[in-house]
């Protein structure tokens, strides 16, 4: 019973720094920036392997791959975030998410480690004009000299613009 409550009081507000403090987030890399997804939403790592691209899709979808009999549609974070050209190699990898039952793939430079952050190592993330909207960010993450951009992955893979998880589901 008590796992239903903790579920019922962090999806109340998704913002709020005390929700999501004290939850344990996996460190990726892009570029030069370092972010932070919750883990829980992580169903696996693996290394980047070639695609089956996808006629029409978006830029920032690679393509399929085939995971244990599951179509796992891949999506380049580097492209959607407009961080430069992608490139691939011994450190690029795919996590592969789960998202309200759904499984995709996105791909990043390379991960880091899982942080676990406190109620006052979370910071509101500022308003202003970034390459990612601030509607996908639940804050900012401070550990020592680093900061991690924290993202809201269940609202940036089922965001109108993405079109993954509304399709899939249709």
Known sequence: MQTTQQNTASASDDKSGRDIAGHEFLAFTLGKEEYGI????VQEIRGYETVTRIANA?????GVVNLRGIIV???????????????????????????GGRV????V???????????????????MGTALNTDYLIGLGTIDQRMLILVDIDKLMSSAEMGLIEKMAA
Do not use: H
Request: no cysteine.
């Open 73 to 99: 549609p891949i999506v380049d974070m580097r492209i959607k975030f407009n961080l430069g050209d992608p490139t691939y190699d011994q450190f690029t990898v795919v996590i592969i998410l789960n998202i």
């Open 58 to 62: 978006p830029e920032f979808i690679k």
């Open 104 to 107: 995709v793939g996105m791909v």
């Open 109 to 127: 430079d390379s991960v880091s480690d899982v942080i676990t952050l406190s109620p006052e190592q979370v910071k509101p993330a500022p308003e």
């Open 38 to 41: 919750d883990i829980l939403k």
